[in-house]
């Protein structure tokens, strides 16, 4: 009998090996969790190229928004764990929905494989120089508090990173401040230098033009270095503001189903890691201001569990949670 079960799983692993040796043997899908035309779309369709080519078979770009990504998210934790159906996503559905929504129709660690983190950006913290009228952070927060309760930030959207940054920059620095959010972060940069809010938190490759012709004036970046689009403008941590809320950056990651084999996962990370030096997928994260990853499987959990916590007490704090 043990040798019958050990003839058995022997047979199962070589068969399972052989399987993932001829994978993709068909069309692979990329679902995308958001519409189509933004950033995470673009950066989702140059991969599915980029893959292609390299793995030989056709990739299919399945935008399925709704419902803060979580329609999209479902799709793929629901999807058969072939490796033929796999998510490609922000950090919203995974990090932020489950600590802002009561009811969330998936488990991202039960039932989603991590793969790999694609890409990452950072958020910069901008004021209209026209209405606001310092040069520093410290600066800022002094003539902030002689103007309390009279002053407005934008954020791209209810829960969004720069609404979470923006809620607890107001708080930990004790300022009366209201919360003016927009349905996407080029109507927020509009009305920022239009003047209808005085300053707001956005992503480097948004905010980058108008800080270069001087519409907008950087004071700081989250993340704990400087981008390179922005080398002058130093981080939170260097002005003296050290605290973890300050260091989550805003990544683009592919996940698979739970239980896909662990030759797939493997082959798809490589993959991955591979498509994100290519010209092309740098290309198009520069369009973007963001910078390439291509992590392991286990480096993107490790950071997953270190950045989660520190999303909940943001999102907490910020009042954004929906029951």
Not at 19 to 37: E, H, L, Q
Not at 51 to 73: C, E, H, W
Not at 296 to 309: G, K, L, M
Request: proline content about 7%; glycine content about 8%.
């Amino acid at each position: 009998m043990q040798w019958k079960a050990l003839l058995s799983a022997a047979a199962l692993v070589c068969s399972g090996a052989a399987w993932a040796d001829n994978y993709p043997s068909r069309p692979i899908t990329f679902v995308v969790p958001s519409a189509p035309g933004g950033a995470m779309d673009a950066i989702a369709r140059t991969l599915a190229e980029v893959m292609s080519k390299r793995m030989g078979q056709p990739i299919i770009v399945d935008n399925k928004p709704g419902a803060s990504g979580m329609l999209g998210t479902q799709y793929v934790a629901r999807a058969a764990p072939d490796g033929y159906t796999v998510l490609v996503t922000t950090s919203a559905p995974l990090l932020n929905a489950p600590f802002m929504f009561a009811k969330v129709p998936y488990d991202v660690k039960r039932d989603l494989s991590f793969v790999s983190q694609i890409c990452t950006g950072q958020l910069v913290l901008a004021v209209n120089p026209k209405k606001v009228p310092v040069k520093t952070i410290h600066e800022f927060v002094a003539w902030a508090r002689q103007h309390d309760g009279a002053l407005a930030y934008g954020s791209y959207g209810v829960g969004s990173a720069s609404h979470l940054m923006g809620a607890y920059f107001s708080t930990s620095n004790k300022l009366d401040m209201t919360h003016a959010p927009y349905k996407g972060e080029s109507l927020m940069v509009q009305d920022m230098i239009g003047g209808q809010v005085d300053w707001g938190i956005g992503t480097v490759g948004v905010m980058a033009p108008h800080l270069r012709n001087g519409r907008l004036l950087a004071l700081a970046v989250m993340g704990d270095r400087r981008p390179a689009e922005l080398p002058n403008v130093p981080t939170m941590a260097e002005l003296g503001f050290p605290q973890p809320e300050y260091k989550p950056v805003g990544w683009a990651a592919m996940l698979a189903p739970a239980n896909v084999p662990p030759a797939v996962l493997n082959r798809l990370e490589e993959e991955v890691r591979a498509a994100v030096q290519t010209t092309a997928m740098k290309a198009r994260f520069q369009v973007y201001g963001m910078h390439a990853l291509g992590t392991s499987s286990a480096e993107f959990r490790r950071d997953f569990d270190a950045t989660a916590p520190v999303t909940e007490r943001l999102i907490r704090l910020s009042g954004a949670r929906s029951d």
